[in-house]
């Protein structure tokens, strides 16, 4: 037992290692001489394994009074040279004999913080450590201890000397002991190629070095007998390793030279041929053991040619000119003020974030599934936990999505030898997009879940991804529409029996219950979706009289169609379901898409649009396609669809503005000007609230058209005509009103609003196409005034806003079985709502009001039912505000236009 006196002190100020003030702790006077031994022995593979636990204990002597160690020398850390192991006995005997080896540093009399070798001050902020015997600082990198010796001294409780301490202290052991203890560390025996012993070491541990600054750089191992070479020597150094061979302490240094070494380009236009004949060249000079030449073949050398070119192109820096300079004292700013420089003094705008959790942080959705689940008496926790995990999605969608912004479709018309294939190239993204849409079920909620409220759920999901979806909402449209138009169909003849009907076989029901399947399925291998083939050149909505494709019978029996589609998006679909004139009628069929081009579907041209850039729109000839007849009279067979694919646009216009309105909620709380958040201006607040209040309005009207589509029997104040009326007025009001408010939203953002590389311009674009898609905002009006006209459609839609603004029934139609109290607080918006609604009954009986203000009133008084509705379920102070707010800026003005102004302005 031996006892030693210790001092280490940490002065890395706040850092990694220890604190500013001076401490004494633990040390390890091991750290000088492992050097010392590190430094002597061939290829530097001393190193330090299983340091032990050593017990300290407190004693005083008669020197000193501070901390005294005792130390065991038989728990030294055992020391590893080329795979030998060392007994604890030696390892005293060279540690107490090293103290000569080391370079003596120059000491005074006493002690001070200056280090002994570079004389410069060891301040708090150094890494430094403290000798134990003359207290006198030193430089970790002054003395060679390393980061990692430093970190083994900071967490043990060993001492540390300088050298010339360690050289003034009596050897206790002969010089010759440790001499012959070096010598049996520097045989290890190996050989490798023509070298051995400490030439191969200083070989390897050399290219080791040097190819840790290489860029990885190598060609695939090839095949034959030079690739088989290279495995089989890979091979042997692992059996090397594992079986305690000679070359052990080296093989697994020697297989990570291997790759760079030997498998390194000799060219960048190398070939396979080259990389053949190079790798059978080293390998002879590898297993030579001549590491340095195959060095000195990867390292590119520069001639003298090359040098002089290098240098006229780039020469030497001129002599400054004294005109140039700034003379006179020299000025350098106070250091206090770059640490107060942040965000706000560099003008840096903090750009709004897309929410974390679109579903749980919305202001209203999660209040609205579970308050109409409980209306209903079900159980919300599946839905509320399918949309929360869904709602954990959002930002990689957006991501998804502003890729496919940037890498839009395009055509390939032609392969590389001239052969036309008429392909659609689309971004990963959109594939991936297509893939969640079909593993979230986004269609197969509508059509296979047996929740009784899968209409809500379906709704709220779709209004979570639109926004985000890289417009592959659109796609979604129209397959949710062709799927509900098959399955009505199928029903429809599911009791026709063989030869009864003109039209169903067992084939054609096999056939389209096969494509229902592939368009609601949840797996991305077998998910279709469906395009949607009507409009054609001569008109766009007026499709009974400007279709001009012709569905043939061919003299196999089996039909064709041959004509032109004029706008027809998502081209990369797999099925569609497409107009065209067969014999006197205009039929309804399904075209399945050939996957490989036959000519029978021709694409002429991508559509160039305003927006929805990332969604392939074609214009398509029609050239002899198979098609399978679905129904005769086709117009009255796709109202199911358009019911469906109105009820998106409807989603898609909610989505983009909740989605703008979210963003514009966070860029008010970090946009300052006039020195407070622009949250805080009373005129941006107004904007804030109307953003949020239409967004309400918007939810709230989508899900009310979703519960009525699918009304069932407890819905007695609902008719077919209020589904068909308030199908059409949902989809005017919801884009007209989302296109007006968003380009509102954008001025949120000042400039960053009209900027490209923001994204949000792209936003307003995408919506522009909502009052076009599925019908024009006119067409949609006339469409409204010849439903009003049927039956007692107009006093049944009247009807059914009044009572649900008054509460006798719930969205969808639902009937209320409960008794709600009165709120004074909805008396005004009430009030207001019925004089709008006796105004639009004026309003229908009077030609001179046009069909599109009507259209929008009745919209904009259904947003007010909706709106009211709710605020008199939650009571909560937000909804209740909301719906007085849209009352005073809401409810859409009745123009009332004289005809023949309309004639003389147009004269």
Not at 644 to 666: E, F, G, K, P, Q
Not at 707 to 728: C, D, H, M
Not at 750 to 768: H, I, K, N, Q, S
């Amino acid at each position: 037992m031996s006892t030693q006196r210790y001092n280490f002190r940490s002065r890395s100020g706040s850092g990694e290692y220890g604190t500013a003030s001076h401490t004494d702790v633990e040390g390890d006077i091991l750290s000088q001489t492992l050097q010392s031994i590190n430094n002597l022995l061939p290829g530097n593979l001393v190193e330090v394994k299983d340091l032990p636990e050593i017990d300290l204990v407190d004693t005083q002597d008669e020197h000193d009074s501070g901390n005294l160690a005792i130390l065991d020398c038989s728990l030294q850390p055992k020391l590893t040279g080329c795979g030998s192991q060392v007994s604890d006995s030696t390892i005293s005997q060279a540690l107490n004999h090293l103290r000569a080896l080391s370079e003596l540093p120059v000491i005074s009399e006493s002690p001070t913080d200056n280090c002994p070798m570079c004389r410069s001050l060891c301040t708090d902020s150094d890494d430094a450590v403290c000798c134990n015997t003359c207290d006198y600082w030193f430089h970790c990198k002054c003395v060679g201890i390393s980061i990692t010796t430093y970190r083994q001294l900071h967490n043990s409780s060993l001492p540390w000397f300088c050298s010339s301490c360690v050289a003034s202290q009596p050897a206790t052991q002969s010089s010759t002991q440790v001499t012959e203890f070096l010598e049996d560390l520097s045989t290890p025996g190996i050989v490798f190629g023509s070298l051995s012993d400490s030439d191969a070491l200083a070989e390897i541990d050399n290219a080791y070095n040097a190819i840790t600054n290489w860029r990885p750089n190598v060609f695939l191992t090839p095949s034959g007998h030079a690739g088989k070479d290279f495995l089989n020597t890979i091979r042997q150094l692992l059996e090397e390793f594992n079986n305690d061979g000679p070359l052990k302490p080296v093989a697994l240094k020697l297989i990570l030279l291997a790759g760079p070494l030997l498998l390194q380009k000799p060219s960048a236009s190398s070939k396979s041929k080259d990389h053949v004949s190079c790798l059978s060249r080293r390998l002879v000079l590898w297993k030579e053991g001549n590491l340095s030449a195959l060095i000195r073949e990867a390292v590119v050398s520069l001639s003298d040619s090359v040098m002089d070119e290098l240098l006229m192109k780039h020469p030497a820096a001129q002599k400054l000119d004294d005109e140039c300079t700034i003379h006179g004292p020299s000025y350098f700013p106070d250091p206090i003020l770059f640490e107060v420089i942040d965000a706000k003094r560099l003008h840096y705008v903090s750009p709004p974030k897309v929410p974390e959790n679109a579903f749980t942080s919305d202001s209203l959705l999660p209040r609205l599934v579970k308050a109409i689940y409980e209306q209903r008496n079900i159980c919300p926790l599946a839905a509320h936990d399918d949309l929360r995990k869904f709602g954990l999605q959002y930002r990689k969608l957006n991501g998804l999505a502003s890729d496919c912004e940037m890498h839009q479709p395009r055509l390939q018309r032609l392969d590389g030898w001239g052969g036309r294939i008429d392909r659609i190239i689309t971004c990963n993204s959109w594939k991936q997009l297509h893939d969640i849409a079909s593993t979230e079920k986004l269609i197969s909620i509508g059509h296979k879940n047996s929740d009784e409220l899968k209409d809500l759920w379906q709704c709220v999901k779709l209004m979570l991804f639109s926004a985000v979806s890289g417009m592959v909402s659109c796609p979604l449209a129209m397959t949710d529409g062709a799927a509900t138009t098959l399955t009505r169909l199928l029903k429809l003849h599911e009791n026709c029996k063989p030869g009864q009907c003109s039209i169903c076989s067992k084939e054609w029901k096999s056939r389209v219950s096969d494509t229902i399947s592939n368009l609601t399925s949840s797996s991305p291998d077998k998910f279709w979706t469906s395009g949607q083939w009507m409009t054609e050149r001569a008109g766009g909505s007026d499709v009974t009289r400007a279709t001009q494709t012709q569905a043939v019978k061919d003299e196999e029996g089996s039909i064709r169609l041959y004509g032109n589609k004029f706008y027809t998006s998502a081209i990369d679909c797999q099925v569609s379901l497409a107009l065209a004139k067969y014999g006197e009628n205009l039929s309804l069929f399904l075209v399945h898409l050939p996957q490989e081009y036959d000519g029978t579907v021709q694409i002429e041209r991508l559509k160039d649009k305003l927006g929805t850039k990332q969604l392939p729109t074609a214009e398509l000839t029609l050239n002899g396609v198979p098609a399978l007849l679905l129904a005769e009279k086709g117009i009255a067979n796709i109202v199911p669809m358009l019911q469906v694919t109105r009820l998106y646009n409807a989603i898609a216009a909610a989505s983009y503005l909740r989605h703008v309105t979210a963003l514009a909620h966070d860029y008010a709380q970090s946009r300052s000007a006039f020195q407070t958040t622009i949250s805080q201006l009373p005129l941006h607040k107004m904007s804030l609230a109307k953003l949020e209040t239409f967004t309400r309005a918007l939810i709230l009207q989508t899900v009310d058209l979703s519960l009525i589509i699918n009304a069932k029997a407890e819905t007695p104040s609902l008719s077919s005509g209020v589904s068909r009326v308030l199908s059409a007025v949902v989809k005017i009001h919801t884009a007209q009103v989302a296109v007006t408010t968003l380009r509102e939203g954008l001025e949120s953002f000042g400039g960053a609003g009209y900027m490209e590389d923001t994204g949000l311009p792209g936003l307003f674009r995408d919506a522009c196409v909502l009052p076009v898609w599925e019908g024009t905002s006119d067409v949609l009006s006339m469409e409204t005034i010849r439903a009003l006209s049927r039956g007692t459609a107009q006093t049944d839609v009247l009807r059914y806003i009044r009572e649900l603004a008054m509460g006798w029934c719930l969205l969808g139609g639902y009937q209320s079985f409960q008794e709600l109290e009165e709120c004074d607080r909805l008396e005004t918006p009430l009030h207001e709502l019925n004089q709008y609604l006796t105004e639009l009954e004026n309003a229908l009986e009077d030609s001179s009001f046009t069909g599109r203000s009507v259209a929008l009133g009745i919209g904009a008084a259904h947003a007010a039912a909706v709106l009211i509705s709710f605020a008199r379920y939650s009571q909560n102070c937000s909804d209740l505000a909301a719906a007085r707010l849209w009352c005073r800026i809401g409810l859409t003005p009745l123009n009332k236009i004289d005809p023949e102004d309309i004639t003389d302005v147009l004269r």
